[in-house]
């Protein structure tokens, strides 16, 4: 099961411990005692004083009693503290104010899927892909419910849209144990199959390197290579160690030019290996300035706008699917929430959007330089 949160906080969950430089004060902000409260309250969590982070929260809520970002964090809390029942009726008091909040539907879920109530957590996270078709979270979580009640069919697509959405769900899925019950069905094991080519891509080319980056087991990873072979996915070659050959597999090299290549170097880092020459870098800059002060600005429609730079294969898109494949999802996935959330969602994101387009520039400019040279 794919949990937005562990037991151990981790930073991806938990928001950070720093705070801005700069700190509004109560005299320009008048939810400034409730925004202190709650940034306390998450420094407890990353702690994991859970208890204590429980009733910071509280103070809060006394003072915005409907503030959904600390009702989520109360609710985090409980949780982790397995008080089941309180996490619920938080959820129910988002669910309250918002009807349509997809995370509260699928921490609902989670919550009855933690007391074995399979039925009732599917029933609230078929809310949470209602509410947001392209939350790959809920989708997974959608296809471990199913696999539990023995739906296998709609299991497997589940899972598939889940993948669709987010290519690492395939990965997770292989050593879940909620999906015992699909593991045997053909669709499942296209599923290994799109896992084993990943690995090839990111340079792991031997059985043994498969079966260790993977986690599946050889007989099932040794399957896999033989099905991508026969389709014509995959090339097989042969290198010496010692005194014998052993099998060495890559992609073709039309799905390699699709896909991109990744080899390993040094010390196992692996490095990128562009299928086509760098080019256009120049435009790509100039299309992250504009979309930066269009987020700055919160303005939906233009973001939107310049995101189709980077979407669309007939201006930016092929580019960005070669050199920043994970980043293209991202923004292909942010531009379709914008659509249906509009500013809201721009505001709560607005940090992470610009965070990756200064990552993207930083990765341009050194490359910009290197032409240069």
Not at 154 to 162: I, N, T
Not at 240 to 260: C, F, Q
Request: with cysteine; aromatic share 8%; charged share 35%.
């Amino acid at each position: 099961m794919k949990k937005p949160f562990q037991k151990k906080s981790n930073e991806n969950e938990i928001e950070s411990k720093k705070t801005d430089p700069v700190e509004e004060t109560s005299l320009v902000d008048p939810d400034y005692n409730r925004k202190k409260l709650f940034k306390k309250g998450v420094n407890l969590m990353a702690d994991e004083k859970l208890e204590e982070a429980a009733l910071i929260f509280e103070q809060a809520l006394r003072i915005d009693p409907n503030s959904i970002e600390t009702l989520m964090k109360l609710g985090y809390a409980r949780f982790h503290l397995e008080d089941y029942n309180d996490a619920l009726k938080i959820y129910d008091k988002i669910l309250d104010i918002d009807v349509t909040n997809p995370e509260a539907w699928n921490l609902k879920a989670l919550v009855h899927y933690e007391q074995k109530n399979y039925s009732k957590a599917l029933d609230a996270v078929e809310k949470a892909v209602e509410s947001d078709p392209t939350y790959g979270m809920a989708w997974y979580n959608k296809a471990c419910f199913l696999s539990l009640v023995n739906q296998v069919p709609e299991s497997l697509e589940a899972l598939k849209r889940s993948i669709e959405i987010d290519v690492k769900n395939a990965r997770k899925s292989i050593r879940d144990k909620d999906f015992a019950n699909v593991r045997i069905e053909e669709g499942f094991k296209r599923i290994v199959e799109v896992v084993v080519l990943e690995s090839i891509r990111q340079g792991y080319h031997t059985l043994g390197a498969i079966v260790w980056t993977t986690f599946l087991d050889k007989a099932d990873a040794d399957d896999a290579l033989r099905k991508l072979l026969e389709k014509g996915l995959i090339v097989q070659n042969e290198k010496r160690d010692g005194l014998s050959k052993i099998p060495i597999y890559d992609l073709t090299a039309d799905v390699a030019e699709r896909m991109g290549k990744e080899r390993k170097g040094l010390f196992g880092i692996t490095k990128k290996q562009l299928p086509k020459p760098v080019k256009n870098l120049k435009e790509l800059s100039q299309a992250i300035q504009s979309v930066r002060e269009s987020i700055e600005e919160e303005d939906v429609e233009k973001t939107m706008e310049i995101f189709e730079e980077f979407i669309d294969p007939t201006k930016s898109g092929e580019q960005m699917i070669e050199q920043f494949f994970e980043e293209h999802r991202e923004i292909r996935l942010w531009k379709i929430r914008l659509k249906d959330r509009g500013v809201d969602y721009l505001i709560e994101n607005k940090g992470r959007m610009l965070n990756l387009f200064d990552n993207i520039e930083v990765t341009i400019t050194k490359k910009l330089r290197n032409e240069i040279s």
